[in-house]
């Protein structure tokens, strides 16, 4: 809770975000097609389908999603990374999860920043996915160094920025006008730059190194590189995007399609290449850059360590069967193989909750709220009456297998680095200046707390 006068952290995360959603359809015309084209969607899913209207509306799920967005970028230094880790404290977001990319071809790891709340999830869900570019991982210790040297010479921050977060930490909390401008300043981060912050021959030579190298290192701030709004069935976006002119990758990222949708489902289409002026001599010469993409995504139930191990048991099984080909030739025997492997992943709610395969939340019905106090306590004496129901945990979070897909989709297909996997979560939690949230623990803990609050409202009085 935060004192009188201090306007609630995820106000000011939804004024971020609708600033950020505004600034990015300004920037990259094709997300605000995406966005309409998701809404069509969405729109259509639920006129067919009451009955999943209904229930999104119980859970209370349905104002957020065409709210629902996420964002990345990418950061160079450890002091970019742990201002920005107090940057999103500000509007209530904390990092959730560590993810390592090193394994897929990428030099980074990333967590993401978002609430963690049900409360704060509900009202708005923004997220962030934060990577640290690893400079450690780039063999050439000349170019290495040089790349530092630009990194260190940048303020990513205004002034206006850091006094607002410094303020809100001292105050605990920023008043309206103060968001208000926190929101405006903060803003500038995330704005891309057409003019590069090196030479064209500079740029050349970490392009070289690794396309990520040179997105991160050679402008004067981490850009947002995409925005992903959420759809209720990706697999007709996916079908639809070609309609529109824009060209998805070839391969939906994720589980297959389901009735019941796990985890998280995601497509992409590819970065656009964008005219950049680079600094020669005294003055400037014009090159391209391909940083910027366009994503959506589809969300489902969070699964519990026993029911992750068996997605990324089968993912890996479905894998084997049929590599997906970069250039996407095979596109229909993956998702075929995928379908096929995933079919001992049980595909209703009630099999996945009896196998503690999933995190659900608990609810009164309407009979439940008329019927307190209940003679027999049991939270399943309680659901088989129908006193109580209960709703798939949203999965907030994401999967390093899929974005991998995502940043190699977008880093172009041809360039297949290899890096040895070593991920090094205490470093990065050092860079951050804290440690990341367990997603698990969070998800247990929103299930918990659904089930109190069932049990004390049907069964007050227990000793
Ligand atoms: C981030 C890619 C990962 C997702 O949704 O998995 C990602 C990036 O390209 O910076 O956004
Ligand atoms: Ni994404």
Redesign the pocket.
């Known amino acids: 809770s935060f004192s009188a006068g201090f306007i609630n952290p995820d106000a000011i995360r939804t004024l971020f975000s609708t600033a950020m959603s505004e600034m990015y359809r300004t920037e990259v015309p094709a997300y605000q097609m995406l966005v309409e084209l998701v809404r069509e969607v969405n729109e259509a899913v639920l006129a067919a389908d009451p009955a999943e209207r209904h229930r999104l509306e119980a859970a209370g799920g349905l104002a957020r999603i065409t709210e629902e967005r996420?964002g990345?970028i990418?950061l160079g230094t450890a002091q970019e990374l742990s201002t920005m880790r107090r940057l999103f404290a500000v509007m209530g977001m904390q990092p959730v999860g560590y993810y390592d990319l090193s394994e897929a071809g990428v030099p980074v790891h990333s967590t993401a920043f978002r609430p963690v709340t049900d409360e704060a999830l509900g009202r708005n869900p923004f997220r962030v996915?934060t990577?640290l570019l690893r400079l450690d991982l780039i063999a050439d210790a000349g170019l290495r160094n040089e790349a530092e040297q630009v990194l260190a010479g940048r303020n990513i921050f205004t002034d206006g920025c850091l006094a607002l977060i410094e303020k809100a930490e001292a105050a605990g909390g920023l008043t309206e006008e103060d968001a208000a401008r926190f929101v405006a300043e903060a803003l500038e981060t995330f704005r891309w730059h057409s003019r590069a912050n090196v030479p064209l021959e500079l740029y050349k030579r970490l392009h070289d190194a690794h396309r990520l190298i040179a997105d991160v290192v050679s402008f004067k701030g981490p850009h947002i590189?995409?925005l992903?709004p959420r759809t209720l069935d990706i697999d007709a976006v996916q079908r639809m995007m070609p309609e529109k002119g824009i060209a998805p990758k070839a391969v939906v990222e994720g589980p297959p399609t389901r009735r019941c949708p796990i985890l998280l489902r995601?497509t992409s289409f590819k970065a656009l290449s964008e005219p950049v002026d680079f600094r020669d001599g005294d003055g400037w010469r014009s090159g391209v850059h391909t940083a910027r993409f366009g994503?959506i995504?589809q969300r489902g139930i969070a699964l519990t360590p026993k029911g992750r191990a068996l997605y990324d048991a089968l993912l890996q099984d479905s894998r084997r069967l049929v590599a997906p080909a970069a250039d996407g030739s095979n596109a229909a025997e993956y998702m075929m193989a995928l379908q096929e492997v995933f079919a001992p992943f049980p595909d209703s709610w009630d099999e996945i909750r009896r196998q503690q395969l999933g995190y659900f939340s608990y609810s009164l019905t309407e009979a439940g709220r008329r019927n307190p106090p209940a003679s027999d306590c049991d939270l399943e004496t309680l659901i088989g009456a129908g006193l109580v129901r209960f709703d798939p945990v949203v999965y907030e979070d994401?999967?390093p297998v899929?974005?991998a897909g995502?940043?190699r989709s977008?880093l172009g297909d041809d360039v297949q680095q290899d890096f040895s996997a070593s991920p090094n979560q205490q470093r990065f939690e050092a860079d951050l200046g804290a440690p990341v949230r367990n997603p698990f623990d969070l998800y247990a803990e929103i299930e918990r707390a659904s089930i109190d609050a069932c049990l004390s409202a049907m069964c007050p009085v227990t000793a």
Do not use: K, M, P
């Open positions: 996420h990345a990418r996915f990577s590189n995409h992903t995601q994503e995504e994401f999967l899929s974005a995502i940043f977008n």
